[in-house]
């Protein structure tokens, strides 16, 4: 009988044991598996906030660029408005724009010797254009887009010469002037 009581203390210690070294290997896998969470939290953080900072630092850039095209946009009203449009008469061409809708239409003179890039100019200075980025100048007949032209010809060297409307639309998406 006292072997028997031995072998079921020793059997009770045994057991014991095992469940003391299950329970400490419990606590350390609950351990290990609070620590990844946590790890795995902070790396989220971690991430989230940087993405923000990255859009903040995206939506100050493209505030300051809205800005700068605002402020050139401004530059270039008072240029022309500073500028007199020369009288009708010979070496001076009447170009009609075609604007977007709501925009119908407007006109303006310019010189035959003057550069494409004061007629390009004038079109950016615009106010319903201001928030394009691109925008396309393109004449009817004959068919070409003359904001992919050389801007330092004169308008004579384009055969601009006659009255000509010219037809103004949003280019900032297309890919095809990339």
């Known amino acids: 009988q006292q072997l028997q009581q031995l072998q ?3 059997a009770e210690a045994e057991l014991r044991e095992a469940q003391n070294i299950a329970y400490a290997e419990s606590l350390a896998r609950d351990e290990q598996q609070r620590r990844e969470k946590e790890q795995a939290e902070r790396a989220a953080r971690a991430q989230q906030q940087q993405a923000e900072r990255e859009r903040a630092e995206r939506e100050a850039l493209q505030q300051a660029q809205q800005e700068s095209r605002q402020s050139h946009c401004q530059r270039l009203r008072r240029h022309f408005a500073a500028q007199a449009e020369p009288p009708a008469g010979p070496g ?8 977007p809708a709501p925009h119908a239409r407007t006109t303006r003179r310019f010189r035959c010797d003057e550069p494409l890039r004061h ?3 004038y079109v950016d200075s615009l106010p319903p254009l201001e928030p394009w980025e691109r925008f396309e100048l393109s004449q009817s007949l004959p068919a070409r887009n003359l904001a992919r032209c050389d801007a330092t010809l004169s308008l004579a060297a384009l055969g601009l010469t006659a009255n000509t409307a010219l037809v103004v639309r949003d280019a900032s998406d297309d890919l095809s002037e990339e």
Do not use: I, Y
């Open 92 to 99: 001076v061409v009447s170009l009609a724009f075609r604007l």
């Open 8 to 10: 079921r203390q020793q």
């Open 119 to 121: 007629v390009l100019d």
